[in-house]
């Protein structure tokens, strides 16, 4: 990369404003405090293993998860980095039950930020790549202090979305609905500089399925199906796919984004909506891949356009190259419709 083409994230967003005459900074502001902790996460998460932030907490969050040390800091760098910006209303984490509301002595914004402080917990201890998803929704109350309502709103309506990954080296992705572009973190320099530029999904992309097939007891008949045909079990694919599960959603995203792919979390018959979050870890995710040219449905609709209604529901995903969403529904969609299981 030679000098002349060092875009760091901070004069992307700045150039992404000037598409958007009427746009009054915020957004942008947004994104900066959102690069700037995920560079603090990024020092943290990098140094796990040689100082005390391994491990867990010793309590578990609102979804029955041990919350390990680097879910609670991460998710205080974020809360801190935003509650006294004057850019939100409010703030909704995977790690509080209620909104965050915004301290009274703060002045408020016009914003609500959601967002999995660190996603792939369970893979810290074992030195696997984690991430933040966050989500960026337009305060629709008319209360400056922000309601839940105004982070319960569907996919369709978010200003921005994007994850960090911190992997081999840590990546910043995230689009204004203006293409999605992708960061590397230079830790010489302190900064994130453009490196993947409107990414689009490969199409056809690699053959990839990417589902954690313990759950296979529990699928419906419809998932199996699918799943044995992509690995040409039953001899009807001379194409078979290979297989990928890291079980970090922003790692096998990003890798699904990059290489193209189908990511899935299906319902089963414990979990009929699975495992994942729509509001801070689905809809982020499905506004990159739709705008990188992807797809991403619960198995029979758009993601995007289902109504929330609560700040923690599930979802069954299905996301990643297009053609691959299609196929699965070939084989899940009738099944999309009723609870799964029996
Ligand atoms: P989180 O660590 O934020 O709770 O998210 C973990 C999620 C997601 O990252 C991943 O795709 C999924 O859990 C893996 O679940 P399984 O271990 O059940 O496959
Ligand atoms: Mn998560
Ligand atoms: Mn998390």
């Excluded at 992997?167 to 992708?182: C, E, I």
């Excluded at 799943?227 to 995203?253: C, E, H, Q, W």
């Amino acid at each position: 990369m030679t000098s002349r083409s060092v875009v760091t994230v901070e004069r992307h967003i700045t150039d992404q404003e000037r598409l958007h005459p009427e746009a009054t900074g915020a957004l942008s502001d947004i994104l900066r405090h959102m690069a700037l902790s995920a560079k603090i996460i990024a020092r943290e998460v990098n140094k796990a293993g040689l100082v005390d932030i391994l491990g867990a907490v010793g309590r578990e969050n609102i979804h029955g998860e041990q919350v390990k040390k680097l879910d609670e800091f991460a998710d205080d760098v974020i809360f801190a980095a935003f509650d006294h910006t004057g850019l939100l209303c409010c703030m909704a984490s995977e790690e509080s039950e209620g909104i965050r509301e915004i301290p009274e002595r703060f002045p408020t914004g016009k914003y609500a930020l959601l967002y999995d402080p660190l996603d792939g917990s369970s893979n810290i201890d074992a030195n696997v790549s984690i991430g933040t998803i966050f989500s960026v929704l337009l305060k629709r109350s008319d209360n400056p202090r922000g309601t839940e309502a105004d982070c319960i709103q569907k996919g369709r309506d978010q200003i921005a979305a994007g994850y960090v990954v911190y992997g081999s080296s840590t990546m910043m992705v995230y689009t204004t609905g203006n293409g999605v572009h992708g960061f590397t973190l230079d830790p010489s320099i302190g900064e994130f500089l453009l490196s993947h530029p409107d990414i689009k999904i490969p199409t056809p992309g690699k053959r990839i399925y990417s589902v954690n097939e313990g759950n296979y007891g529990r699928w419906s008949p419809g998932q199996r199906r699918l799943v044995r045909y992509l690995k040409g079990a039953d001899g009807d694919n001379d194409k078979p796919f290979s297989t990928r599960y890291i079980g970090s959603m922003v790692s096998d995203l990003h890798r699904t984004l990059l290489y193209g792919g189908l990511f899935m979390y299906p319902g089963d018959a414990k979990a009929p909506k699975g495992k994942l979050r729509l509001l801070y870890e689905c809809n982020p995710m499905a506004m990159l891949v739709e705008h990188a040219g992807g797809r991403a449905t619960d198995g029979k609709r758009d993601l995007l356009d289902i109504e929330p209604t609560s700040l923690h529901q599930l979802s069954p995903i299905y996301i990643g190259t297009k053609d691959y969403v299609d196929l699965a529904h070939r084989f899940v969609e009738e099944e999309a419709a009723e609870p799964v299981g029996a």
